[in-house]
């Protein structure tokens, strides 16, 4: 009887790290894809920024299309070594520039909250 009891309570015990280990780990990826939305978000409000500046001192106009290569002296100088046309989210989908007057969109997150 008492060997019944043993057993009993290793498998419990099995079943509650098991248990706790997937609740982790969960977790864990949640944050994760948080922490990359966010970073999306950033560099969409960093490639807007540049998008103004460009507009404002080019003189262009809502409609007016642009490039990467337009943007770059009016992005951080790590996006400069780093970026690849038209860029990349942190969670994989890559970014959409758009005219000038169109906020930037994301392949995975949409546009810019």
Not at 75 to 92: E, I, Y
């Amino acid at each position: 009887m008492m060997r019944w009891r043993i057993v009993i309570i290793g498998i419990l015990a099995l079943l509650f790290a098991v248990t706790v280990f997937l609740l982790v780990h969960r977790r864990r990826e949640h944050i994760a894809a948080i922490a990359a939305r966010r970073s999306c978000q950033n560099d969409r409000w960093l490639i807007q920024s540049a998008k103004d500046q460009l507009a404002a001192e080019l003189d262009m106009t809502n409609g007016t299309q642009i490039t990467s290569q337009q943007l770059m002296p009016y992005l951080p100088a790590v996006w400069k070594t780093n970026w690849v046309t038209p860029g990349n989210c942190p969670a994989g989908g890559a970014f959409a520039l758009g005219p000038i007057g169109v906020y930037p969109r994301c392949s995975v997150h949409g546009e810019i909250e």
